[in-house]
């Protein structure tokens, strides 16, 4: 197999793809579900259990590891994939969002950003070369655009203003590029949820050329609706062989809906983030754990999953794990959770490819509007055939 980078289709339905994104540290199937591994670690998870939910492909991030433990030390201990055991690809985030939210700890000027760290007061600077550099020196497989994103809503002006000084960054992101054969670096569309800034935004990106291209901006308080007609007014604009990026996204019913729309990557602390705090996600929504009815109940989380929480424990076991506050509740709920995100994505995967796409989608929306499974129902034996 050649290592390099690239994106091959293997089936479409409508404008959603299926097919394989070939790196230096592997193959992911697309589309994909990329679990946030901020700061070198998926929180409450071992890499084997991370990797036995069927996850490809994780994420990293910039501005957490340029402050602790530091870019330099990571690469002396060589690199992220080896410092955190994780051999498959990673996608690191330039530090642009994180930065960006720090409000008025954070000065923007043209050339870059200066901001006080979180953890302690310490100035530092991120540049777009200063970014790229130290995704470099992390060892990332796809790196980003070091980009500003504004909050919305705002004006439309300001966003204009403001993509365009992403789009200049852009190019300086490309030029310190280090290209290898099997990594890539992705430009990041922005442009608000205005459809000529969007169009503007890939001509610039596309004008330089990068491997593959991200959709930022986005699930910052616009609402679903907003989300989608943005992305039907951006996607068909990207080169139909460079993959696709939704970038913080989303809800199950998010990661569907966008899927449809052309997207192939995603990712979002919110399967993770609700292991943390007893939300389980089922195919028929959500159950929050620490409630009392849970607290007698023998049966699995999910009958359809094949997780350590699901196979091996019961509801009541998971509420008694949070009430008590034993750190076993977070691993196994967070375990459960990014293994019903897994097996959603190889499910709408497998119905692209076999051409079910429109009845697949159909029988996931008609699950989340139903209520928990009753207890005759369990197990059900009328879940679509999943790989
Ligand atoms: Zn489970």
Not at 94 to 120: A, C, E, N, Y
Not at 362 to 381: F, G
């Amino acid at each position: 197999m050649s290592t390099s980078f690239r994106w091959v289709e293997q089936a479409r339905s409508g404008r959603a793809r299926a097919g394989h994104l070939h790196t230096a540290h592997g193959t992911v199937p697309t589309p994909t579900f990329m679990p946030v591994g901020t700061v070198g670690t998926v929180k409450a998870m071992t890499m084997d259990a991370v990797r036995s939910t069927g996850a490809g492909i994780v994420l990293g991030n910039t501005y957490h590891l340029m402050l602790r433990p530091g870019a330099e030390r990571v690469r002396a201990l060589g690199g992220l994939h080896r410092f955190m055991d994780w051999p498959g690809p990673i996608l690191t985030d330039s530090g642009g969002f994180q930065v960006m939210s720090l409000g008025p700890l954070r000065k923007l000027d043209q050339d870059g950003v200066t901001f006080s760290s979180h953890i302690d007061g310490s100035k530092h600077r991120l540049t777009p070369e200063r970014s790229t550099d130290i995704q470099h020196a992390l060892d990332a497989t796809i790196t980003m655009c070091f980009d500003e994103c504004p909050a919305l809503p705002a004006a439309p002006e300001v966003i204009a203003q403001s993509m365009r000084m992403s789009m200049r960054w852009a190019a300086r992101c490309r030029e310190a590029f280090v290209q290898r054969p099997g990594y890539a670096q992705y430009g990041i569309i922005q442009g608000g949820t205005e459809p000529e800034l969007r169009a503007e935004s890939v001509r610039a990106l596309t004008g330089i050329g990068f491997e593959g291209y991200a959709i930022g901006g986005l699930a910052v308080g616009e609402g679903q609706e907003l989300m989608f007609s943005t992305l039907d007014a951006t996607t068909p604009l990207i080169p139909w062989d460079s993959p696709r990026y939704l970038m913080g996204v989303g809800t199950p019913d998010d990661l569907l809906g966008s899927v449809e729309r052309g997207v192939d990557m995603f990712d979002c602390v919110m399967p993770t983030r609700a292991g943390r705090t007893a939300r389980a996600y089922t195919e028929r929504g959500t159950l929050n754990l620490r409630n009392a009815r849970h607290a007698v109940d023998s049966r699995p989380i999910s009958p359809h999953c094949d997780c350590l929480a699901c196979t091996r424990h019961s509801r009541a076991y998971l509420h008694h794990l949070f009430r008590a506050n034993e750190i076993l509740g977070p691993m196994l709920l967070t375990w459960h959770n990014l293994a019903y995100y897994q097996r959603l994505m190889r499910g709408i995967r497998s119905a692209i490819v076999e051409g079910s796409l429109e009845a697949h989608a159909a029988w996931l929306r008609a699950q989340w509007a139903m209520e928990d499974w009753t207890p005759d129902e369990m197990p059900l034996p009328d879940i679509p055939p999943v790989p």
